[in-house]
């Protein structure tokens, strides 16, 4: 994978966690994927304005009113072996001297921000990007473990988890049998973010408060007076609250935790190991992501034996085939898991796999579970399947995967093109559903993308679930997709390895979809982050004859994608810019769009050519290197004058 792909695949990933509260993969999953994009930054020096070490979190859904927090939330940085853990503390103690440290349980829920005003609460907000959540004042009132008046009269912010515990969730689904719910943390976060609080208030939920923000006129000035003050206002605190001062005193508060684990009536996914002294914070700071004075231990995923009946086949929209195992029932991590992915058949070889036999699972934090390996010897082979389950045409195998080259009539196939090419960011068709591409697909014999632009309202009238204006507004959002542009027509093509920033690189090249079908090898890997295998793809495709074809069609069809460039202005006019460190009132992702907007280029590298470096708090090796070079540098607040002009 690219760089872009990586940071793109992230991103999505955290989307799903942080906004929708809708994980689709394991926490094991996304932090080894996390961890090669770092390795990748530090081997190539390049960090791209979109990546996601430089966030916190996702961006607040559009439904909710947004809150803009009095002071940054930081996430944790993490470790996962004691190893790890020890040599955190040895950097600590060789920065600021022998410390004392807090030890507390990381419960799994839903991060939030509660401001108390002159005694009396004044709202809660989720943590969001960590500078913007969503306003859940009226959920959170409903909470009782939520103080509503409290003895302190001064303003602060204050930071708990809201979690549903376990009794709470299996007394809910014996109370509620048509509404099941799968499992305690989205069971949760889905309560909070919902925009009727008496959802939330059927939950059950409670709030363990353990930080604090912003503040006037509290006195507390460490974590154990702090953890104080909490309960003497009547405030749910960690379960778990110990004091250490050595490794081994920290590692034998997380070996009982780990002991004690499942005997717990909530989720936790860790254990947060903190500086006690809050001066000593101070001293450390902050990285453009984490607090330097706090780490969080994340203990191995839980993980079951069942038994693996059969594996199901299924056609992704490139023909690549994914192997998925289908298990006897077994409850973990709060879920029934009956599915699992193989991820491929050289997976399932590497594994030893096999079918009529236990096998080990795994499931962090209630996401994907996966397969980890075969619990016992025997059962019966996996069969390679030779030809694909859904059109019956042979496959071929390319190294660990197997692929359907039936592109044009495996149904799966055209089903994930064709939403695909609807989807947002792609050409953004609305009201072009899953549901209403099979139909498309079963009733209407649409089998390419070409083949929406002939639909007539009439055809969609017989569709199950049609009526006058929904026929009427899916006609309307297929004629305006003609306007697409350029980067997003090209996204919507479905390259192999074509994510939205390569296709946005590709589209400000060759300023035209005429111009790409030319592009030479040479070309395209003069691209930052195209290498050889992207640029072979794109190439290929464009020698594919059917592929031609339907770019033909789309033409014919009216479609004439542009770049939509607009006459650029402004301050930043010509200048290419780096932004490094921490920025208090913009994310990395808004700083990077103003200067775009005010006729700029934003760089993630230092070098000769770049004209501007906007330095915030924690500004590290950059900052260095733009000094060395002679380079403009200015502060978050001259770079705020500049903006508001």
Not at 68 to 81: A, E, F, I, N, T
Not at 97 to 114: A, R
Not at 178 to 204: E, S
């Amino acid at each position: 994978m690219t760089m872009q792909e990586i940071v793109k695949q992230l991103n999505q990933w955290a989307y799903e966690y942080y906004v929708l509260d809708k994980p689709t993969v394991a926490d094991t999953q996304y932090d080894a994927l996390y961890d090669q994009l770092v390795l990748l930054e530090k081997q190539t020096g390049v960090v791209l304005p979109d990546s996601p070490t430089h966030r916190v979190g996702g961006e607040p859904l559009k439904n909710f009113v947004q809150h803009k927090h009095l002071k940054r939330l930081y996430s944790l940085d993490k470790v996962q072996s004691f190893g790890e853990l020890q040599e955190w503390m040895q950097k600590v103690n060789k920065a600021v001297g022998e410390v004392e440290f807090t030890v507390e349980l990381k419960y799994d829920g839903l991060t939030i921000n509660v401001t108390y005003e002159d005694g009396n609460f004044a709202g809660a907000a989720t943590r969001g990007n960590g500078i913007v959540g969503e306003d859940v004042t009226e959920q959170v009132k409903t909470i009782k473990t939520v103080p509503l008046s409290i003895p302190f009269k001064g303003k602060c912010e204050l930071q708990g988890e809201g979690i549903m515990r376990l009794s709470a969730l299996e007394k809910y689904n014996r109370e509620h049998p048509k509404d099941i719910l799968k499992n305690a943390r989205n069971a949760a976060a889905g309560a909070i973010r919902n925009l009727d609080p008496k959802v939330t208030a059927q939950r059950n939920l409670d709030v363990v408060f353990y930080s604090n923000g912003y503040e006037e006129g509290l006195q507390v000035h460490s974590q154990t007076q702090l953890v104080k003050f909490l309960q003497e206002n009547g405030m749910l605190t960690n379960y778990v609250f110990k004091r250490a001062k050595t490794f081994e005193e920290v590692k034998a508060v997380i070996n009982y935790i780990g002991e004690k684990r499942s005997s717990f009536d909530f989720l936790i996914d860790g254990v947060v190991i903190k500086i006690n002294d809050f001066a000593v914070r101070e001293k450390l700071g902050y990285t453009d992501k984490f607090p330097k004075w706090a780490i969080a231990y994340k203990f191995d995923a839980e993980q079951v034996t069942t038994r693996l009946n059969q594996v199901e086949w299924q056609v992704g929209r490139t023909g690549k085939l994914t192997p998925i195992g289908k298990l006897d029932a077994v409850e973990l991590c709060g879920a029934t898991i009956r599915r699992a992915t193989l991820n491929n058949f050289g997976d399932i070889l590497r594994k030893k796999l096999k079918t009529n036999a236990l096998v080990f699972v795994r499931r962090s934090n209630d996401v994907i579970p996966e397969v980890l390996g075969a619990a016992e010897e025997g059962g019966e082979e996996i069969v390679k399947p030779t030809v694909c389950p859904a059109c019956g045409f042979p496959l071929q195998e390319v190294g660990a995967n197997l692929y359907c080259v039936n592109a044009e009539n495996c149904r799966p196939q055209i089903v994930a093109r064709l939403s695909h090419y609807c989807e947002k960011g792609a050409c953004d068709i609305e009201g072009l559903s899953d549901k209403t591409v099979n139909l498309m697909v079963d009733k209407l014999d649409v089998r390419s993308v070409a083949d929406l632009y002939r639909l007539t309202k009439e055809q969609l009238l017989t569709l199950e679930g049609f009526k006058d204006k929904k026929a009427q507004n899916v006609v309307d959002a297929v004629e305006k997709s003609k306007n697409v542009a350029l980067p997003q027509f090209i996204y919507a093509l479905g390259l192999d390895n074509v994510g939205t920033v390569t296709a946005k690189d590709l589209a400000a090249m060759f300023g035209s979809v005429d111009n790409l079908q030319k592009a030479t090898m040479e070309q395209l890997t003069s691209i930052d982050g195209i290498g050889d295998v992207v640029a072979e793809g794109i190439v290929q495709y464009f020698k594919e004859s059917q592929n031609l074809e339907i770019i033909r069609q789309l033409k014919e069809a009216g479609i004439n994608p542009q770049m939509h460039l607009q006459e650029k202005k402004g301050p930043f006019l010509g200048k290419k810019v780096v932004l490094t460190g921490s920025l208090s009132h913009y994310t990395r992702s808004d700083a990077s769009k103003i200067i775009e907007s005010l006729g700029g280029e934003v760089s993630s590298t230092v070098s000769k050519t770049v004209n501007l470096v906007v330095a915030g708090e924690d500004a590290g090796s950059k900052l260095q290197k733009a000094q060395s070079l002679g380079i403009e540098i200015i502060d978050e607040q001259q770079f705020d004058s500049i903006v508001k002009g």
